[in-house]
Structure formats: C-alpha cells, structure tokens
C-alpha cells in the first residue's frame, strides 16, 4: 500500500487549505486512516482520525477548525483546514492501518506534505 498526500502549500493566517490522500496498492481494505503534523524538533502528532464507532477524533489545537472526511470505496481520505495559524506550520502526513483500527500505531505512512502559515 502507498499513500500519495498532496495539497499542502502557503497561506496567510486565516486561510484555508484542503489536503488529500490516495492509497493505491490496496489488496484488502484499508481499516482507517488519519492525518498527522510534525514540526521540527517534536514528535509527529496525530491530529485527525476516526474511531472504530465510526467517530472523528481531532487534536485540541484543531479541533472546530480542522474537518476529516473519507472516501471507504475510493481509499483516500481528506483534510479541510480553516482559520489556519501560524502554529499549524507543519509537516502533514497522511496514515493508515489495515491490520487494527488504531491510528496510534499506523501500518502506512504518506510522504509528507509542506503547510506554512504566515502571519
């Protein structure tokens, strides 16, 4: 399974961007997906996924700005993020698990992509 993420890019503090995740590759299912951030210098962060009930979990630095979907049939997933600040400058990456439910501990991993927020 590979994990294509793309959408990142620059925008000025209360922009908004919109990130997507393709997973190709896929034989069985893909069981979850999700989205993290990393800055230089912290651990990587899981900011948005959903749970085995079926709900969505966000980061409280996100949460009410940030909103995941997923397409189950189409294998990707997508992040819409409003009221960007200068704090969600990142890495943003795209993850998924096919043997568990638990985006904790992610079986795949995107490549990454750049968000830089200017103030």
């Known amino acids: 399974v590979q994990l294509q993420a793309s959408g990142g890019g620059s925008v000025q503090a209360g922009g908004s961007l919109r990130l997507s995740c393709q997973a190709t590759?896929?034989?069985?299912?893909?069981?979850?997906m999700g989205w993290y951030r990393q800055v230089p210098g912290k651990p990587r962060e899981l900011i948005a996924a959903?749970?085995?009930?079926?709900?969505?979990k966000y980061a409280d630095s996100v949460k009410g700005r940030f909103t995941i979907s997923r397409d189950i049939r189409a294998n990707s997933a997508s992040l819409q993020m409003s009221k960007l600040k200068p704090e969600d400058t990142a890495i943003y990456y795209c993850?998924?698990?096919?043997?568990?439910?638990?985006?904790?501990?992610?079986?795949?991993w995107g490549q990454g992509t750049q968000v830089t927020v200017s103030s």
């Open positions: 959903f749970s085995s009930g079926g709900r969505v």
């Open positions: 993850a998924a698990v096919d043997s568990s439910y638990d985006l904790e501990h992610p079986d795949y």
């Open positions: 590759g896929v034989r069985f299912a893909i069981n979850n």
